[in-house]
């Protein structure tokens, strides 16, 4: 493949409460590619993604997106030009319906959406919970894709997924994989995954970027970086591995 990355960054810097937590990361991802990020808990992936989402200014480095500039715009503007997040924690609206949930997500700004766009963000995420059942009462694999669905219903072409597999049973990762496979090689979207769940990686994730304490310690594929003598360390220096997240 030749085409240039869809989304990248390049050098992102981070300092927060005076503590330095990114160190010059820099990846791209192209059109319908998964990219997977993993490292130990602390690394600072959830946090480059308050920087990629447009949360959080980085220190220095740049966020490019279909070779613009898209440092300095703001979350609401990179959510307008087609950039989806999801959150760790999928954190639902209380008092609503999921009918409710999923009209927000219509008229969360213009264009309105018709509930012809919600169904079909709902169809590829096989979300089928009925409308007047209340959101907050889903399971954590119906909220993620209740959240999902609000975000494909704009058609973006670049996610940014925090660990969508947290908290899920093998089944369930099963399911969200076939789900991540529609929307990377059929809708074609670029997926920037951060996940420590394995199974997930290995099957879905192109290509894998290692972080440790702020820094990238390893790219490539996921069963090469996991041969990498300084992944290892990150990784496996507590027995279990559960170091890994
Ligand atoms: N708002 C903040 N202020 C200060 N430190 C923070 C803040 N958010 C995260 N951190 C610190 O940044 C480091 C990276 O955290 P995080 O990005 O959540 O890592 P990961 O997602 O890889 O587990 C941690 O040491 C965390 O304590
Ligand atoms: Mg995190």
């Known amino acids: 493949m030749t085409a240039s990355p869809l989304f990248s960054c390049v050098d992102i810097t981070l300092d927060l409460g005076g503590r330095s937590i990114l160190r010059g990361i820099s990846f791209g991802v ?18 480059l993604f308050e920087v990629l989402s447009g949360r959080i200014s980085p220190k220095a480095g740049k966020v490019s997106f279909a070779g613009r500039d898209i440092t300095a715009l703001p979350l609401h503007k ?5 950039i989806g997040r999801t959150y760790q ?6 008092d609503m319906t999921v009918a409710q949930v999923l009209k927000a997500a219509r008229q969360a700004y213009k264009p ?4 012809d766009d919600s169904e079909w963000g709902a169809g590829l995420v096989d979300f089928r919970i009925p409308g007047a059942m209340m959101a907050d009462r889903l ?10 669905a609000c975000l494909l219903m704009r058609r973006p072409s670049v996610l940014l997924m ?4 947290a908290g899920l049973i093998n089944s369930e990762i099963d399911e969200l994989d076939d789900i991540m496979r529609v929307l990377a090689k059929e809708l074609n979207i670029a997926i920037v995954l951060i996940e420590h769940r394995m199974e997930l990686l290995d099957t879905i994730a192109d290509r894998v970027l290692v972080m440790d304490a702020g ?7 996921f069963a090469e970086t996991l041969k990498n003598p300084r992944v ?4 496996f220096e507590t027995e279990s591995g559960e170091g890994l997240h």
């Open 30 to 47: 192209k059109s319908g590619e998964v990219m997977g990020i993993i490292g130990p808990n602390g690394a600072g992936k959830t946090s």
């Open 78 to 82: 990179r959510a307008r030009l087609g």
């Open 89 to 94: 924690t999928p954190i639902v609206p209380e």
């Open 112 to 115: 309105y959406l018709t509930p």
């Open 139 to 148: 399971d954590t694999l119906n909220r993620r894709k209740l959240l999902i």
């Open 162 to 165: 925090d660990e969508p597999a």
């Open 215 to 221: 820094e990238t310690i390893a790219e490539g594929s």
């Open 232 to 235: 290892k360390a990150a990784y």
